[in-house]
């Protein structure tokens, strides 16, 4: 029995961003999950396109804040009724400039029946930057599965890049979040190395540092895309993504543990060979 796993993307109007992640989620090895993507771009509204619905792809296109009934203001907000959509027994934040690799969900489920523990974090993730692929040690809520209802339960911070620290910070103080969780591989990458310029670089949340200009989200926004649906990729495309964290986990496959680099890792590799 495997419990739904929700992956929750907020957006605006970053296509080609949202068109990778939506690959990466349909390229998980765990099968019971749905993605939903909430664009609140309403003057560049993502297609209902065929064949998404039948794999679990759910697009909502709003700009209004449920409770105010005005314009969001904040990506707390935006999270909030974003997740209202959801259906699944678990969370994932799934941000539309990371990368989750294949075995992001299942590795996730699995920890988290061993431990017992409503949420599962690694205690170091990828962050790309500058042509430069490293471990970081992370407090990335994106990094994280999450059980649904602690979620819901303490919700998200109305504070434009502090959302996700609501639900983050109570998990860990009531130590049903282990931060330094070393019993893994990594499966989650903050990428900024395809952001060309700092103005592609937290888009949803405009400017973190000065969240009264959340405004700026909007003007950063580049790569607008009118009446065309989002592509399915085929596999080379999948490993054209996936390629430099694969060769970093062969390049370092010693400092893993090996029973999860064959578990998850392994039968990944053979899937997108060339």
Known sequence: MYPKISAVMCTYGRFSFVERQMNCFLNQSYPNKELIIFNTDIDSPYLEQEGLREQNIFIYNCNIDSLTQEPYTNV???RRDALTLATGDYYVCWDDDDV???WFMEQGIDRINETGKPFFKPERSFFYSGDYLRLVKNTLEASIVCNMDKV????????????????YTKARDNKELNENDSHY???YCFDWNSNPTDSYQHRQSGNIDHPENF???KQACLDKVNDRGLTIYDKQKMRETYNPYFDYMIAYKSGFPQDLFEKYFTPQLNLFAH
Do not use: C, D, M, N
């Not at 303490?154 to 620290?165: M, P, S, V």
């Open 215 to 217: 405004v700026q989200h």
């Open 152 to 167: 819901r339960e303490y919700g998200f911070l109305l504070e434009t890049g502090k959302e996700g620290l609501a639900w």
């Open 100 to 102: 989750h690799l294949p």
């Open 185 to 187: 591989i990594p499966s």
């Open 76 to 78: 707390g907000a935006i």
